[in-house]
DNA sequence: CTGAAAGCGCTAACAC
DNA sequence: GTGTTAGCGCTTTCAG
């Protein structure tokens, strides 16, 4: 009862024992109702309950990790730059995470550069996860770090990583697929395609959408252009691409680049959709109010890190039974007016 | 060395009596090796690093934490929406953070209501942090959670919190003046606003520093209107305000909510910014490619995450010293086509 | 400058 | 159903 402050942490936090005490039981019975295990009777699970809110009492997470090894968290290499796709991203993992019980820990990279990525994977595991996410991963190079836990690459195939790497798509590729489709449908007869950095999967899988829905019909391939995902980069590629009049239609991997790509055309005298129709690729609800409001495809970003998620902690929590590969999340096509039939069709 | 795999965690990694002997010192010795003490020699702390890289020693954080009392970790409250802003906001965090050598625990709110806040709190609490920030905090309501670490109310005022709360700005009022100013400067005889969620001190800020700006001048304020930081809500709002030949001039809490605004005017057939200009919030680079390129003071994320997680460490780790106030952010106004002098002005 | 002993608060294994 | 015992791997205190 007259017991001082801890050595570190605040004065006379109420530990386990102080909980039992008052409850009446041991240690190792608080110890069970507070983790839900089966086997404790509803009576002094109740009276447990009552002692620990009395006192305010809150389990020691560092004390507990270290006894059961685990540290019921959970890390996710994130990118840092403040776009509306990676934000999602980010923003639907947390919530995966915290519905799935753990607790989330966060290390950004400036550019998700394999070195980069190293590096964050290595401080996650300095710090102490049980697995970790790798949100955006890019194609070149190895991640150099030996990990012994699960780790998540959401939209990389399964290929890329170590032991006891699992994957999940968020069907960029679907949804390229069906961007290019929905031009084609148009009555476009190619369509063209700004990519964003071909290092990121998630670029390649646009790119791969976007090649199989042309190739599906038998249509002439134009080359890509690269942009960085940017405004700015779109714009330079706009300026490139209006100087071509075979151009009537683009599929763009991002909105902003979308955004910046329109810029362009329409300085250059080639009206959107008119002229040129241009789809878009995350879905920002802010660009239905721009001129031209802008198609696009809408990211499923729960979905996908749900999905992800079911992965993650199924490979950390039951790692030797086996876990049907996931579904692929749902196409979404946000129709607007910046795309329309080709300015010599008969429409 | 015939060590079997510890009870929870992966086989046989090594501890720190592995670089102990390695190296032929105690485990006192190497703790203070890693942990920058002074008072080794420097033979001895070469030994221990390279016996510690030799075995690829990693050092127990739960164990740290158990034994120190501090997790060297802090948490933050951020909110679960994927806009520039706030995207642009956690990042920064996110770099102040490992830059002051902590990691970060993120917990996302739906909205910032003080109930999850008070949430949010309570499970960085729970996870064991030894400091939190509040990135957005409400106006509205008290959070009623008992906190025993110091918090960092980021643009809020001193007043809310508890003990042991740091608050550092991040300059709204000032940019919001600026603003206003630009637009005073233009030649309008007054500026309008549209408002974020007065139940933000983000908001409220702003509109004091647009109150501030009319009144240097002595200038009639009109009412402001209060939007959600949607463009949609933006869109709604330029509705009401198309209507009124008073309005010649806008300051928007927001670049979405601007976007929402130009769209609505445009359609009314109010011309921006020949008509009305319109100066948006927050600095996304995106909107320099939009019709017409929008006006904007560029929020300083970087400065103000930093300066406040200078606060909230020293807070952490001085307890008792004190420490000067922050100073004020730099102001940034990005002037692009969407401001210009008034239709009647003599230009 | 370095080491020995003690213990942080919890959970795992096993006994009852 | 419940209690006992023994650590998890580190830092702290204090002694040299």
Redesign the interface.
Same mark, same amino acid.
């Given at each position: 009862m007259t017991r001082v402050a %801890? *050595?570190?942490?605040?004065p006379s &936090?109420p530990r386990s024992a102080d909980v039992a005490q008052l409850a009446g039981v041991s240690r190792k019975t608080v110890s069970r109702v507070l983790n839900n295990e089966p086997y404790v009777s509803d009576d002094v699970r109740r009276r447990v309950i009552e002692a620990a809110e009395k006192l %305010?009492y809150?389990?020691?997470?560092? $004390?507990r &990790?270290? $006894?059961?090894? *685990?540290?019921r968290?959970i890390g996710v290499v994130a990118l840092?730059?403040?776009? =509306?796709g990676? &934000?999602?991203l /980010?923003?639907a993992i947390?919530?995966a995470v915290?519905d799935s019980g753990y $607790? /989330? *820990?966060?290390?950004?990279t400036l550019d998700g550069e394999p070195d980069d990525i190293a590096r964050a994977v290595d401080?996650l /595991?300095?710090?102490?996860v049980d697995g970790i996410i790798v949100s955006e991963p890019v194609i070149e190079g190895e991640v150099s770090v030996?990990v012994?836990v699960p780790v998540l690459f959401l939209g990389a195939p399964p290929a890329f990583g170590g032991p006891r790497a699992v994957t999940a798509s968020v069907g960029a590729d679907l949804l390229a697929r069906a961007a290019t489709d929905h031009l084609l449908d148009l009555g476009h007869q190619t369509v063209h395609h700004l990519a964003g950095p071909l290092r990121w999967y998630a670029a390649r899988d646009r790119v791969e959408g976007w090649r199989a829905a042309l190739a599906a019909r038998g249509r002439h391939q134009p080359p890509l252009v690269e942009g960085d995902w940017? &405004?700015?980069s779109? =714009?330079q590629a706009g300026r490139k691409l209006a100087a071509d009049p075979e151009v009537t239609a683009v599929f763009v991997s991002g909105d902003?680049m979308a955004?910046?790509l329109? !810029?362009a055309l329409?300085e250059a005298g080639r009206r959107v959709p008119h002229d040129v129709s241009v789809i878009g690729f995350d879905g920002n609800?802010?660009f239905? !109010?721009?001129?031209p409001p802008l198609t696009t495809v809408r990211q499923p970003f729960d979905a996908a890190a749900r999905e992800g998620l079911r992965l993650l902690v199924h490979a950390i929590e039951k790692p030797d039974t086996h876990m049907p590969p996931a579904s692929d999340p749902p196409v979404e096509l946000v129709v607007r007016a910046s795309t329309a039939p080709p300015p010599s069709s008969p429409s």
């Open positions: %801890g *050595r570190g942490g605040s &936090a %305010g809150r389990l020691n997470n560092a $004390a &990790a270290l $006894a059961s090894g *685990r540290t968290s840092g730059t403040a776009g =509306y990676t &934000a999602s /980010l923003v947390e919530k915290r $607790a /989330l *820990r966060v290390v950004n401080s /595991l300095d710090q102490g030996r012994d940017s &405004a700015d779109g =714009y902003d955004i910046g329109i !810029h329409t609800p802010v239905a !109010h721009v001129t």
